[in-house]
T-cell receptor, first 112, second 113 residues
Framework: GQQLNQSPQSMFIQEGEDVSMNCTSS?????WLWYKQDPGEGPVLLIA?????ELTSNGRLTAQFGITRKDSFLNISASIPSDVGIYFC????????????FGQGTELSVKP | GAVVSQHPSRVICKSGTSVKIECRSL??????MFWYRQFPKQSLMLMAT?????????EQGVEKDKFLINHASLTLSTLTVTSAHPEDSSFYIC?????????FGPGTRLTVL
């Protein structure tokens, strides 16, 4: 089936550092979404991207929809302890009724 | 806006019993809701797409007679795990779609003894 390759799998960083994670696929997506999931909770939408080349920010978070429509990245600047969690990218294929395909997740740990 | 709730948040049941999980969109209407299952340290796996007023569409490998989905209104979808077994223990998460953006519920932790 369709797959999204998300990397890195995990990151251990110092508070204040910047973070970058990305997702790639062999398929073209209509929409890219980035979610954060805390333990025992459902994913929370961080950023939604709808157009190729789109660059969108949400506070310290910035995400871009790749120009080829096959990739996306998420950057977190000046990380803080509450950024800890698992970050998932998700892509939406055309004509699939809105179904999402999820990346494997990036587990972020921030050391104060 | 775009708040989705799930009930219950956690449930423990005996093997062979059935469990119903509710998913509600609190401040919007959703013609489409999705049900996912997530095992520890893994990503979300789509189980089925629930459309209001019609039958759910199940992903390959998901038994429709075991995981009954009902989407009776624009704000409520239910997932019933029938004759639950320990291997059905998992984290079940629903989402509701608004303009092709999915908003997720907080999840339901199911433990089958």
């Amino acid at each position: 089936g369709q797959q999204l390759n998300q990397s890195p799998q995990s990151m251990f960083i110092q508070e204040g550092e910047d973070v970058s994670m990305n997702c790639t696929s062999s398929s073209i997506f209509n929409t890219w979404l980035w979610y954060k999931q805390d333990p025992g909770e459902g994913p929370v939408l961080l950023i939604a991207l709808y157009k190729a080349g789109e660059l969108t920010s949400n506070g310290r978070l910035t995400a871009q929809f790749g120009i080829t429509r096959k990739d996306s990245f998420l950057n977190i600047s000046a990380s803080i302890p509450s950024d800890v969690g698992i970050y998932f990218c998700a892509g939406q294929l055309p004509n699939q009724g809105g179904k999402l395909i999820f990346g494997q997740g990036t587990e972020l740990s921030v050391k104060p | 806006g775009a708040v989705v709730s799930q009930h219950p948040s956690r449930v423990i049941c005996k093997s062979g019993t059935s469990v119903k999980i509710e998913c509600r969109s609190l401040d919007f209407q959703a013609t489409t809701m999705f049900w996912y299952r997530q095992f520890p340290k893994q990503s979300l796996m789509l189980m089925a797409t629930s459309n209001e007023g019609s039958k759910a569409t199940y992903e390959q490998g998901v038994e429709k007679d075991k995981f009954l989905i009902n989407h009776a209104s624009l704000t409520l979808s239910t997932l019933t795990v029938t004759s639950a077994h320990p291997e059905d223990s998992s984290f079940y998460i629903c989402s509701a779609s608004v303009q092709d953006t999915q908003y997720f519920g907080p999840g339901t932790r199911l433990t089958v003894l």
